[in-house]
């Protein structure tokens, strides 16, 4: 669709690999789920207590996905969706 000139959104990303294939791929923008990162490594490592935003696995993602499209030189937007409180609820 990119080629056809159709801006496309590529939602449900989840790692740097996807990223990466998405932004060498052409996609215009993406939208990782730092909230859908953040809770499954909270289940996975079996934790109820919030972690500091610096610590939370879906910013790092997040993070990691913007800093490399600006290395890369990839014109690809991150817009992130999703969030959650890093610290828990309120």
């Not at 939370?56 to 817009?79: L, P, Q, W």
Request: net charge positive.
């Amino acid at each position: 669709l990119q080629a056809r000139g159709i801006q496309c959104n590529l939602t449900l990303v989840f790692s740097l690999t996807q990223a990466i294939a998405c932004a060498q791929y052409g996609a215009h923008l993406i939208s990782p789920f730092p909230g859908r990162i953040l809770d499954w490594y909270k289940t996975k490592e079996g934790r109820t207590q919030g972690v500091e935003p610096e610590q939370d696995e879906g910013v790092v993602a997040c993070r990691n996905m913007f800093a490399y499209f600006k290395t890369h030189g990839h014109s690809t937007i991150c817009m992130p969706a999703s969030w959650r409180p890093s610290r828990g609820a309120g």
